[in-house]
């Protein structure tokens, strides 16, 4: 098998250009949320719940009893994800005499680039569906993390920890959305945890139906630029975006529908407690060491190379035949920290 081991950090630039904004448009969690360096067996961390007591008292009082707010673990095994590609020999030779684009001179860098926005798209997919229970294991996503109340998220039985509990808003049936219902969807977040959510992630035709709320001389997509616990975010000018309450609604075409399709859900999420989490692959950790990155620290917003701080290796295969092949590979888990920081609105109605 070939060593020959290429990050994309140091992937030519002249492809810079081509998948930073395919991943800014197409993959808006990987765009938005935190992207922290693990390390471990698993991905694990503590959810923190009440104890902790605090009160008046009379001068020259002794101390009480301590009391300390608990800690619950929460457990995830990593998610292996990963892109095969390659190129022939006589598709790479024609590429790079045929006169064609700087960018497609050298084939199979622009396979690999390929390669890596189409393992970044499954990972935004599995955002929201991924199942950590699956085999292979795959990224625990929204519809696992909180969409319930009652089932074990990482290992912790939500219904004897409140603290691990999102907040629900389930109407039963298709229901129209308004300004009113999204406010006090919000709110209700804030009670419940202390802080509103600062994002909501919807399907382009749930957002669609938020924007129609709106005036119809109000520019929609009105928030290009946001900040969230990953820092200062600019989305791509395709992506339509709009606050309500301090909340930044978000279109992203992978965001879950309900069955049948005639209403979709609004994911609403505090952004300090939810965030991804990855393995760097054994071929870069030397690179990451080089560069300052340690375990958990937090990605910035461009970590060197555009936009998706993925911690990707490609890794050079044996050849077959007169083809060159690779594998494109990302190890990672998303992590709510914080459940009862996040929610779900179900059945927000869509009018055809």
Known sequence: MATQTIALTVLAQEYAH????TVNRTCIALR????????????????KGSGATAAVMAEGASAGTPANDAQIPAVLNWAYYKADGGATGPAQAAAATTGSPKGNANLLAMNVVDSVAQLASQVNQHFYTGDPTASPVQIG???????SVTNTYATINRTSVADARPTIFNPGVATPVTHAVL????????VVSGMAPDLALCHPDVFNEIAATFDATRRY?????LTTARGPIKLDASVNAVTISGCTFIEDKDATRESGNTSGRIYYLQSKFVEFDLLPPKEIAGLLAAMGIVPNMLLRANDGFGEIPLLAAIV???????????????YLQLKVKSPKHCGVRRFVQINA
Do not use: H
């Open 221 to 225: 997509n009105q928030t290009t630029e």
């Open 18 to 21: 081509e998948l930073i904004p």
């Open 316 to 330: 050079a295969m044996a050849k077959v035949a007169d083809a060159d092949t690779f594998m494109a590979k990302s």
């Open 141 to 147: 996503g929204l519809d696992y993390a909180i969409m």
């Open 32 to 47: 938005v949320l935190p992207m922290r360096v693990g390390g471990g067996s698993n991905c694990s961390w503590v959810i």
């Open 183 to 190: 406010r006090k969807d919000i709110s209700d977040i804030k």
